[in-house]
């Protein structure tokens, strides 16, 4: 029996976990704080080809070819929320929304953000396809699309 790995990127499963929130609670969000970010944590392949959120920024956790976690996603998420977070009481970082396909890269990216001193991380639980169900498709039990809320493809 082979060990597991306590370890998803360099995160500890024991690093304290960002707040959990449906996908509607998460758009209702979004619409009463402007300066909300909602980032999509997929692969460029899933955002692109399967569809995203309205107002999502792209940053993803892992992508393709190798699914290589990106060194950079803190970072980059910094950089995004530089000039807002000058605008805040405080300044304080403005809510961070992240999504993924289902809600398990997204919750192990918004352990990274916390771990690396974010504040104010949120989770869309079951993210923009939800899970499978009982005949193994997608977007048919919960999630930002079966919610109906607004999203784009390319």
């Not at 997204?106 to 991380?121: C, I, T």
Request: some cysteine.
């Amino acid at each position: 029996m082979g060990k597991s790995n306590p370890q998803v990127c360099g995160v500890s499963r024991l690093t304290a976990e960002p707040i959990s929130i449906g996908a509607r609670q998460a758009w209702s969000l979004m619409q009463a704080e402007t300066s909300a970010k909602l980032i999509d944590t997929r692969s460029t392949v899933e955002y692109v080809m399967i569809g995203h959120p309205q107002g999502a920024v792209h940053i993803p956790w892992q992508d393709d070819p190798d699914w290589a976690c990106n060194p950079r996603f803190t970072e980059d998420i910094k950089t995004l929320i530089a000039d807002d977070e000058d605008k805040t009481d405080g300044g304080h970082s403005p809510p961070i929304l992240l999504i993924c396909r289902c809600g398990e890269r997204s919750l192990e990216a918004g352990k990274r953000l916390m771990a690396d001193g974010l504040e104010n991380v949120y989770n869309v639980e079951f993210g923009f396809e939800g899970p499978l169900d009982d005949k193994r498709q997608r977007s048919s039990v919960s999630g930002w699309r079966f919610d109906g809320l607004p999203w784009q493809q390319f």
